[in-house]
């Protein structure tokens, strides 16, 4: 929540809060139970609009009190009667800073910067073995990223200290990351899957062919009689998970004509069909 969050945010937060460490939900958690007391306490304090207005501007401080005279009374303090006994030595400043991203400082409250967001796109081989990238931010700042092995779509990178400057600290950068469409390798769930053109001859009889990986070109051992659709695995070398193991590379066969048309193969053609026609079966 914003430093300058209206009353009617506070109520809801608060709400949220209170109704996760109410007591009745956590019967026996005597830990709930000291945050939602003070919750309450907070409550009374930041939802007065004048209380709430006093304390930013470090006018009193987390009980209440006006910190220019020192006040000893106050509804949080030792000296405030009935409830002051009951939130006695709570430390505002602790749920206020976990509310609002602050901290307390000297009886004031001390916001936290704002954090920045930023989406950089990388490449697929980028995602699978890790680099080093610079992002630019709209204030004009710079910043170099380490992207990890294993990088995934949508996943968040969190850079401590690098958001917008405040009284408590500076925020932090958030870096989503976006990995751009590959022109031959496509992701299906955790697999990462090509298409390998072969020719007819490489079908029927077997042979070598060069394929691209995202570690570079290798040698794949196409079988005898393979057909459209089959599906060759290359040992790590798909995509890689969060601590960097690799997964599998799934080539799928596709058996491809020659660009331009062969009489000899028409030929042949025709007369395979004349003496040995064959159905194919459905895959």
């Known amino acids: 929540m914003a430093r300058g969050a209206s009353a009617d945010d506070i109520r809801k937060a608060f709400r949220k809060l209170a109704k996760q460490h109410h007591p009745d939900a956590n019967q026996g958690n005597a830990a709930s139970e000291e945050k939602f007391k003070r919750l309450s306490a907070a409550f009374d304090l930041l939802g007065d609009p004048e209380k709430r207005r006093k304390f930013d501007a470090g006018e009193i401080d987390a009980d209440g009190r006006e910190t220019a005279r020192g006040f000893a009374g106050g509804p949080f303090g030792q000296g405030g009667g009935p409830r002051g006994a009951e939130f006695e030595n709570i430390d505002l400043g602790d749920i206020l800073g976990e509310m609002f991203g602050g901290t307390r400082r000297g009886g004031g409250f001390a916001s936290r910067g704002a954090d920045v967001r930023a989406r950089l796109e990388i490449d697929l081989e980028d995602a699978i073995h890790g680099a080093k990238k610079r992002i630019a931010f709209s204030d004009g700042r710079t910043l170099d990223v380490t992207i990890p092995a294993g990088a995934s779509e949508g996943q968040a990178l969190r850079l401590k200290g690098q958001g917008s400057p405040g009284r408590a600290g500076p925020g932090d950068a958030v870096i989503e990351i976006a990995v751009r469409p590959h022109p031959r390798f496509?992701?299906?769930?955790?697999?990462?899957?090509?298409?390998?053109?072969?020719?007819?001859?490489?079908?029927?009889?077997?042979?070598?062919?060069?394929?691209?990986?995202?570690?570079?070109?290798?040698?794949?051992?196409?079988?005898?009689?393979?057909?459209?659709?089959?599906?060759?695995?290359?040992?790590?070398?798909?995509?890689?998970?969060?601590?960097?193991?690799?997964?599998?590379?799934?080539?799928?066969?596709?058996?491809?004509?020659?660009?331009?048309?062969?009489?000899?193969?028409?030929?042949?053609?025709e007369e395979w069909r004349r003496d040995r026609p064959y159905t194919p079966r459905a895959r």
Do not use: C
Not at 232 to 241: I, N, S, T
């Open 186 to 269: 496509r992701r299906e769930g955790d697999a990462l899957v090509m298409d390998v053109p072969i020719s007819i001859p490489d079908a029927v009889l077997g042979g070598k062919v060069q394929v691209p990986t995202p570690d570079g070109p290798v040698a794949l051992n196409v079988p005898k009689g393979s057909n459209s659709g089959s599906t060759l695995r290359l040992r790590k070398r798909g995509l890689a998970d969060g601590q960097g193991r690799r997964g599998d590379l799934l080539a799928r066969l596709v058996v491809s004509l020659p660009d331009t048309p062969d009489p000899e193969l028409e030929r042949f053609s």
